[in-house]
RNA sequence: UCAGACGGUCGGAUGGCCGCCUUCCGGGUGCCGCAAGGUCCGGGGGGAGGAAAGUCCGGGCUCCACGGAAACACGGUGCCGGGUAACGCCCGGCGGGGGCGACCCCAGGGAAAGUGCCACAGAAAGCAAACCGCCCGCCGAAGCUUCGGCGAAGGCGGGUAAGGGUGAAAGGGUGCGGUAAGAGCGCACCGCGUCCCCGGUGACGGGGGCGGCACGGCAAACCCCACCGGGAGCAAGACCAAAUAGGGACGGUGCGCCGGGGUUUCCCCGGCAGGCGGGUUUUCGCGCCGCCGUCCGGGUCGGUCGCGCGAGGUGUCCGGCAACGGGCGUCCCAGAUGACUGGCCCUCCCCCGCUUCGGCGGGGACAGAACCCGGCUUACAGGCCGUCUGACACA
RNA sequence: CGGAGCGUGGCGCAGUCUGGUAGCGCACUACACUGGGGGUGUAGGGGUCGUAGGUUCAAAUCCUAUCGCUCCGA
């Protein structure tokens, strides 16, 4: 199955990620990885995927910075449901390099961010990625 | 045709695939829920700006304060009339300045209410005064002499402000007359002050009389005058409401000693003993103290509302020079909350670079709603429309 | 959302309130003392006062607008 992805909102949480020091910097984003209970039963309410980002003032003005988190997001919603290891949480973080590389760089710049990071997974769904998961129509 | 002035307007176009937020309709009873509803499936509608920006003003709205109000302090505004819910905004005028012109710019009340400042230079910087001068009178070494005197330089006394010089600024300006030399001393014009008349709602303008000039500049120096302003801000404010700790009430149960009190199976107060806590330990002093259950109130995380029909958009007619106002018709048009408005692609349109003129490559101005509205200011690739001015050419 | 402060030589700061001369320390350059370095001394250079308008005879200073940075409160 395909896990939902839920946000990381707390100011907290992004701490907690960051705390960890496990990242890696690809020329159009830096990944940060945690992991949380995903064997603890207890906690099963926890969504398995969880993802936040982080764009800050360097990047650009608020156009700028939108438009970063936009695509940090279109590339994200394409790799992590098929990709990203189930009970994790990951803090992207936009460049001012995100703005100019192409799309397609950019996705697999998440790719070898998750594989180096451990993070990664075979995929589920080897269909299109224009096709993901159940969801068809 | 070229150069220029002013006003308005647009803010790449079209399509495909996959997503997101919101709203409406239908389905379904699989899941959560007593229910409303949520979730899920299908379909329809809507989804950034002219500045959304800066946060410089004005309001709505909400809470707080306050007997009405006024005054002081503080802050703001400052020619006149109008528009507006209001404004420091807008429109139309007035005055001053700039431009051949269309047109543009101006914090533009008061300096005879008072205080203060005007560096350097200069004799003198605000009250009149006199450095070099000019002129008159007296004295007068040298010199001249018709022997009476005359008299350069200089001295003393007085008149004057034309000229020189300093300065940003030197006590009306120019011209004529006048005078020993000069001076509004007199006259004409201009300026200034004051009074009257006329036009205008008014700022102000025009005309006439009088005054011979007194009244330098700075109020974006203090200040005076007139007018305006209660404070805070949607994280305002309202409602619902976990876990834990603490508060209160009730019930059950328990209660080492002494003293006091009361409404006397119990409750309250004080002391001792006991337990717990941290301060290294003892002494010591400090803080807290029965257990279980139910309920209540306040309230944090969280959630809901506020939060999208409005000083609204648009078309047309009427009034007004205009800002704007009124009538009628028509439309419903973003509501997120770690925050949607996106990702990729085809064609066309512009811009830049290279070019073998076939094309190839790169790029799309400034910039992202957060309670709402009216302004102001600032940023902005390129394009379109209208009115007007000057020059040249042609007819 | 509300409020405060700061931009001056390469660096860190005075001067701004009360308008007329931009000054101090370090650094820099040259020379001297020393065999050389360091150090000391002497002399010297260097500033659109963030930007743009305005007031004034005159603006780093006063007024308005704007740009950038820092901080505080909710």
Same mark, same amino acid.
């Given at each position: 199955m395909v896990p939902d992805i839920a946000r990381l909102k707390r100011r907290s949480e992004f701490l907690r990620? !960051? *705390?960890?020091?496990?990242?890696?910097?690809?020329?159009?984003?830096?990944?940060?990885?945690?992991?949380?209970? !995903? *064997?603890?039963a207890a906690r099963r309410e926890e969504p398995a995927l969880r993802v936040g980002f982080t764009v800050s003032r360097k990047v650009g003005n608020a156009v700028a910075r939108n438009r970063a988190r936009r695509r940090l997001r279109a590339a994200v919603e394409q790799v992590m449901p098929v990709q990203a290891k189930e009970g994790h949480d990951f803090v992207v973080i936009g460049r001012q390099a995100t703005l100019k590389r192409p799309f397609a760089a950019l996705v697999s710049d998440l790719r070898t961010a998750l594989k180096r990071l451990d993070a990664s997974r075979d995929e589920?769904?080897?269909?299109?990625p224009d096709n993901p998961a159940p969801r068809a129509r």
């Open positions: 990620v !960051a *705390g960890t020091r496990r990242k890696w910097v690809a020329p159009g984003l830096i990944l940060q990885v945690r992991r949380h209970g !995903a *064997g603890n589920i769904a080897p269909a299109a």
